[in-house]
T-cell receptor, first 112, second 110 residues
Framework: SQKIEQNSEALNIQEGKTATLTCNYT??????LQWYRQDPGRGPVFLLL?????KEKRKERLKVTFDTTLKQSLFHITASQPADSATYLC???????????FGKGTKLSVKP | NAGVTQTPKFQVLKTGQSMTLQCAQD?????MSWYRQDPGMGLRLIHY???????DQGEVPNGYNVSRSTTEDFPLRLLSAAPSQTSVYFC?????????FGPGTRLLVL
């Protein structure tokens, strides 16, 4: 069955630095991969989607890469701010429209 | 638009009790789904629906029922609550592969 792993449960960085989160998957070739942000006590919020034929996608300070050979996506937040502190979830296309498989998330803490 | 709404926000049940978690969306999305989120387990799919009258099981469907009589509503029923169903439940609707989540229902089963 498909397996998705986010390498770090938690990541602590200093304000202004670039945060890099990793998502790896096995036994699958997803058509797309998504990243969501979740704040405590709230539902996940969609950030970015990248398709299998795209290497990189950017949105403001966010950048996502997708390497289908390595079966890995990297999620970068440049010039990080304390407000970026949250849990970030990686999600793969689950094979049918709207069906997603989520990773367990990485909790990012940005210290001032 | 209110987006995806869920009620109640918090519920305490005794083992064996039944209840319905409500979910509604006003975005006219065809696809809706229910997840549970537990510490260390991530989000796991319980049931989903691709449109009114059509539902299917996800990864962890046991102990839960769903129905979809309208596009807007997708209630989740716990028939006989068990402590293992203590969790945070999220409803989501999907449009063009993007999922829109509700605020969640925190359920405690004693």
């Amino acid at each position: 069955s498909q397996k998705i792993e986010q390498n770090s449960e938690a990541l602590n960085i200093q304000e202004g630095k670039t945060a890099t989160l990793t998502c790896n998957y096995t036994n699958y070739s997803p058509a797309y991969l998504q990243w969501y942000r979740q704040d405590p006590g709230r539902g996940p919020v969609f950030l970015l989607l990248i398709r299998e034929n795209e290497k990189e996608k950017r949105k403001e300070r966010l950048k996502v890469t997708f390497d289908t050979t390595l079966k890995q996506s990297l999620f970068h937040i440049t010039a990080s701010q304390p407000a970026d502190s949250a849990t970030y979830l990686c999600a793969l296309d689950g094979g049918s429209q709207g069906n997603l498989i989520f990773g367990k998330g990485t909790k990012l803490s940005v210290k001032p | 638009n209110a987006g995806v709404t869920q009620t109640p926000k918090f519920q305490v049940l005794k083992t064996g009790q039944s209840m319905t978690l409500q979910c509604a969306q006003d975005m006219n999305h065809e696809y809706m789904s229910w997840y549970r989120q537990d510490p260390g387990m991530g989000l796991r799919l319980i049931h989903y629906s691709v449109g009114a009258g059509i539902t299917d099981q996800g990864e962890v469907p046991n102990g839960y029922n769903v129905s979809r009589s309208t596009t807007e509503d997708f209630p989740l029923r716990l028939l006989s609550a068990a402590p293992s169903q203590t969790s945070v439940y999220f409803c989501a609707s999907t449009f063009r592969e993007t999922q829109y989540f509700g605020p969640g229902t925190r359920l405690l089963v004693l």
